[in-house]
């Protein structure tokens, strides 16, 4: 397949000390909070984002390390149900990108306050369609909103910080409407966490975690 874990361990050493997808153009204490965001609901609740930003298992565990959220899942967005297993989208002929539906209390955490930790320590969002070691569009950068309110904070989100000229770069991030999101395998859900010493996990994904605790603790949650 496509993921960089199914080589050698010398060969991802080697392909990854190229290009990090761990690596971001800015650091998360660089990047504001949004202007326009959700205020905190009164009562808990639930909701839920999808994201993309690369090969899933790393924005899993990210995501499932944050305060706030209580469920995260790997799977895939954008195309159709029919073609949603692994194999397929690894083709990146059938429009889905690699993603996770994040189940978050709205009364702990905000949508702007998700997005943040998503541009930050998430993935590079100004990598058009790769990160990292992984290319194709399956990896691309994309924020699936599921109604009006998300769309409008990622897209004010969006203009904020290129406006700002946080990242070298201008952002990539599509956002589009969320149409279905397919789990994906269940070999894929919580895989950092049962394959925490697999050498693509260790140099790529391990660090988004520890980037999160160090550098957005607020926002940091152990297990």
């Not at 990090?20 to 660089?30: D, I, L, M, P, Q």
């Not at 706030?68 to 029919?82: E, I, K, N």
Request: net charge neutral; hydrophobic share 40%; charged share 20%.
């Amino acid at each position: 397949m496509y993921r960089a874990s199914f080589m050698s361990a010398a060969l991802v050493l080697m392909v990854t000390a190229m290009v990090a997808c761990s690596s971001v153009t800015a650091s998360a204490t660089a990047i504001p909070d949004p202007v326009l965001d959700a205020p905190l609901a009164s009562v808990k609740g639930e909701q839920t984002a999808v994201l993309a930003g690369g090969c899933f298992w790393g924005v899993e565990a990210v995501f499932e390390h944050v305060k706030g959220v209580t469920d995260v899942r790997s799977g895939y967005s954008g195309g159709s149900a029919a073609t949603a297993h692994y194999e397929k989208v690894g083709t990146g002929e059938t429009g889905h990108a690699e993603s996770v539906r994040i189940t978050y209390d709205p009364s702990q955490i905000s949508y702007g306050q998700l997005l943040k930790v998503f541009f930050s320590v998430v993935h590079d969002p100004t990598q058009l369609n790769r990160q990292g070691p992984d290319s194709g569009t399956q990896y691309r950068s994309a924020i699936f909103y599921s109604n009006e309110e998300q769309k409008r904070i990622a897209q004010a989100y969006i203009n904020q910080l290129n406006q700002a000229k946080v990242f070298s770069r201008p952002i990539v991030t599509q956002v589009a409407s969320l149409k279905s999101f397919n789990e994906a395998e269940g070999y894929h859900q919580d895989y950092l966490v049962r394959h925490p010493n697999e050498p693509y996990i260790v140099i790529n994904d391990l660090p988004k975690v520890e980037n999160l605790r160090k550098e957005l603790p607020a926002l940091y949650k152990a297990h």
